[in-house]
């Protein structure tokens, strides 16, 4: 009997967590189509045998996704392209973390009993409501202008961006039940070239100092819980998000100090205030 080999696509799969999701659910037996702007990138993964197809594309731009997706069918699709807070223009955040893994949901044929996971972040599971009126329906026309306006600061884009792109995965598990099921991971700080990059953040550094498991994430343990999600052994979980953070999050939730303040100023106070008391 002929059997379908099973197709996965990974946004961000030039690097970091999306490149070691790529090489995982390629030794799962996904055949693993690689989305990303860096070219360079994606041939270095295709010539090594890890991806059997490539999309340069550049997933900030609503109609180049659209033109660069619209004949791909999948039964996994991996959104783990994002740019960091240390990226200058915010526009490029809100597009590319929040924006585009709705872009590429809605443009790819997702099959049924297929399933997504969206790459998140802690500092959108610690983030509070705020913003929450604004960012209700982030497809709506005109929503990048007044996200812009009203969150331009690039570190509260970023964690903002991951908020909303877990609640737009609780908004989609639901849409898209029972055919596609959707899921989040949020990684801690993990040694990336973005991790690294954000080591310049004094929350980043203090928030390093204050992990659990004592010690950074590796984008192979993201994406073995990435290849969970999208298993057969997952098949009743959806709409769950799933920290990989080493205890982080846990460790702040249990503080018995009152819950902090939004903005970039609440990361200060999430990390300042030190370790759950035991
Ligand atoms: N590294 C961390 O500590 C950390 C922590 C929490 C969440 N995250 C999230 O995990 C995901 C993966 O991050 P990473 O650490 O592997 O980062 P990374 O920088 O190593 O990889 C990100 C990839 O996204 C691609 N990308 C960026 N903009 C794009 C665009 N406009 N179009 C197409 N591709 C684009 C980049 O080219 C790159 O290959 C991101 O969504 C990030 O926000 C990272």
């Known amino acids: 009997m002929l059997q379908m080999v099973m197709q996965a696509l990974v946004t961000g799969a030039a690097s970091g967590m999306g490149a070691a999701t790529a090489c995982h659910l ?9 989305v990303d702007v860096d ?12 991806t059997a197809r490539s999309i340069v594309v550049d997933l900030s731009q609503r109609a180049s996704v659209a033109e660069a997706l619209a004949d791909v069918e999948v ?4 959104n783990a392209a994002g740019l960091g807070p240390d990226t200058e223009n915010p526009r490029l955040i809100w597009s590319v973390n929040l924006l585009a893994p709705m872009w590429v949901a809605s443009t790819v044929h997702l099959r049924s009993g297929g399933s997504i996971v969206n790459v998140a972040s802690i500092t959108g599971e610690l983030s509070d409501g705020r913003h929450a009126e604004l960012l209700a329906h982030p497809l709506r026309d005109g ?3 007044e996200v812009v306006l009203a969150v331009p600061e690039p570190v509260d884009a970023y964690m903002y961006s ?7 995965t609780d908004r989609l598990a639901a849409g898209l039940a029972p055919e596609v099921r959707v899921n989040a991971v949020s990684p801690g700080v993990i040694e990336t070239p973005m991790g690294t990059r954000g080591t310049k953040f004094d929350w980043t550094r203090k928030a390093m100092e204050r992990i659990p498991a004592g010690r950074l994430g590796r984008a192979e343990e993201v994406a073995e819980v990435i290849g969970f999600l999208v298993s057969e052994g997952a098949t009743y979980v959806s709409g769950s998000r799933v920290t990989v ?7 702040r939730r249990t503080h018995r100090a009152p819950p902090p303040l939004p903005g970039s100023p609440q990361l200060d106070r999430i990390v300042d205030e030190g370790r759950p008391d035991a």
């Open 39 to 50: 070219a360079e990138g994606l041939v270095r993964l295709q010539d090594a045998g890890v």
């Open 245 to 251: 953070d080493g205890g982080y999050v846990a460790s």
């Open 26 to 34: 390629a030794t799962r037996g996904f055949a693993v189509t690689g």
């Open 75 to 78: 039964d996994a699709l991996v």
């Open 143 to 145: 929503f990048l202008e």
């Open 162 to 168: 991951k908020w909303a792109l877990l609640r737009e």
